[in-house]
Structure formats: C-alpha cells, structure tokens
Nanobody, 126 residues
Framework: QVHLVESGGGLVQAGESLRLSCAVS????????MAWFRQAPGKEREFAAA????????DYADSVKGRFTISRDNAKNIVRLQMNSLKPEDTAVYYC???????????????????WGQGTQVTVSS
C-alpha cells in the first residue's frame, strides 16, 4: 500500500502563490509516477500535473501550463506543486495521486493512478 498526505492548501487572493506538498510512504517512492489532480465544487476531478520517477519528464493541463510547476524530491519522498499567478477558477480540492508505473501515463486521467490522498483545499478569492 501507498499512503499519501497532502498539505499546503489555504486561502489566497488572485495573483498570489501557494505550494502544495505530498508526503509519500509505504512503497519505494522512486518506483512511482506522481500527479496532482483537482476537483472544483460540482465538477469532475481533473488532471493538473504529473511527473515521472526521475523528475525529468512532466505533463501539465493546458489550464495550468506556465503557472504551475510539479517537482519531486526522491530523497525525502515528497512531491510538490508550486502554483503561481493563481486565479479564482483554480479554487478546488487538490489531490495527490501515485501510480505503480514510474513513467508518465499515455492518458493523463484518473484511471491511470492507483493511490490517492485525502486532498487539500485551495481557495482563490478575486
């Protein structure tokens, strides 16, 4: 089993930044592909960003590209999401996800991931 714990959410104003962290335990972190998803009220959970085992390969949703950066620290078993220039439409619960395959998935959907955290709330006011 893999245990994921997110932190770093909060309330910010539009244009500000937040950094989310996800602490991972229970399996060799270097063997996991990692991602962040988000779910706004009344909407489906959607992909935000993903990173391969080494950190060399990343993928982003068009809606966050250029503003969000995903990274991982394999020595500390942590994956982070740096979110800059936040917008009210970024308001959502953000979920950390892990998959047993270390590379990026062909399709960046929920079905590609095996383990999920409980989520952390991000609220961006206008």
């Amino acid at each position: 089993q893999v245990h994921l714990v997110e932190s770093g959410g909060g309330l910010v104003q539009a244009g500000e930044s937040l950094r989310l962290s996800c602490a991972v335990s229970g399996r060799s972190f270097g063997s996991l592909g990692m991602a962040w998803f988000r779910q706004a009220p009344g909407k489906e959970r959607e992909f935000a960003a993903a990173v391969s085992w080494s950190g060399a390969n990343t993928d982003y949703a068009d809606s966050v590209k250029g503003r969000f950066t995903i990274s991982r620290d394999n020595a500390k078993n942590i994956v982070r999401l740096q979110m800059n220039s936040l917008k009210p439409e970024d308001t959502a619960v953000y979920y950390c996800a892990a998959r047993r395959v270390a590379t990026l998935p062909t399709k960046a959907g929920r079905d590609s991931y095996d383990y999920w955290g409980q989520g952390t709330q991000v609220t961006v006011s206008s």
